[in-house]
């Protein structure tokens, strides 16, 4: 059964820090890898996609892929308060479409002011 | 642009009994997906829908059921109510099943089995 494993949590850091989320598949056929945000009481939002191997960068975030590792990071530099959610790291199953995602359990992400 | 639109947001069963879910995605998605949430489970795949049709289905037992509209509204179906179906069932909708097409997920129906 295709897995995707995260670390609970839950990471605090101090305001203006790097928080580090970390994220491993199984499925060494996996294409597609995403991370989703998720606020208390709230539904997941997307924050970003990669589909190829190295760093992608979209403002304060940063989202890494290794596949050979099957390895994916999300880093948030200059973490502020309101970065305090559960951060899900996904990857696309059967298809390769995203409506068919296998989620990780997620990590709760706390910034401390 | 109206978002995700899911009903009931919260509901409340007895063990053996049925519910049913609805979700009407944004205007012009015509993908629509299901995952239930549970502390214990986290997010897990349900069914996914495109154009009537359904594409893909995660490992639930058959008392878990969905269906696709002409108009991409969607529907699941949950028969035989068990403590464990209590959880959190979101809806996700995309304008194809395409896996650059982004998911927006609506805010849930909170299901609770006593």
């Known amino acids: 059964q295709k897995e995707v494993e995260q670390n609970s949590g839950p990471l605090s850091v101090p305001e203006g820090a790097i928080a580090s989320l970390n994220c491993t598949y199984s499925d060494r056929g996996s294409q597609s890898f995403f991370w989703y945000r998720q606020y208390s009481g709230k539904s997941p939002e997307l924050i970003m996609f990669i589909y190829s191997n190295g760093d992608k960068e979209d403002g304060r975030f940063t989202a890494q892929l290794n596949k050979a590792s099957q390895y994916v990071s999300l880093l948030i530099r200059d973490s502020q308060p309101s970065d305090s959610a559960t951060y899900l790291c996904?990857?696309?199953?059967?298809?390769?479409?995203?409506?068919?995602?296998?989620f990780g359990k997620g990590t709760k992400l706390s910034v401390k002011p | 642009k109206a978002g995700v639109t899911q009903t009931p947001r919260y509901l409340i069963k007895t063990r053996g009994q049925q519910v049913t879910l609805s979700c009407s995605p944004i205007?012009?998605?015509?993908?629509v997906s299901w995952y239930q949430q549970t502390p214990g489970q986290g997010l897990q795949f349900l069914f996914e829908y495109f154009s009537e049709t359904q594409r893909n289905k995660g490992n639930f037992p058959g008392r878990f059921s969905g269906r696709q509209f002409s108009n991409s509204r969607s529907e699941m179906n949950v028969s035989t109510l068990e403590l464990g179906d209590s959880a959190l069932y979101l809806c996700a909708s995309s304008p194809g099943p395409g896996v650059a097409n982004v998911l927006t997920f609506g805010a849930g129906s909170r299901l609770t089995v006593l």
């Open positions: 996904a990857v696309t199953d059967y298809g390769g479409s995203q409506g068919n995602l296998i």
């Open positions: 205007s012009g998605h015509r993908s």
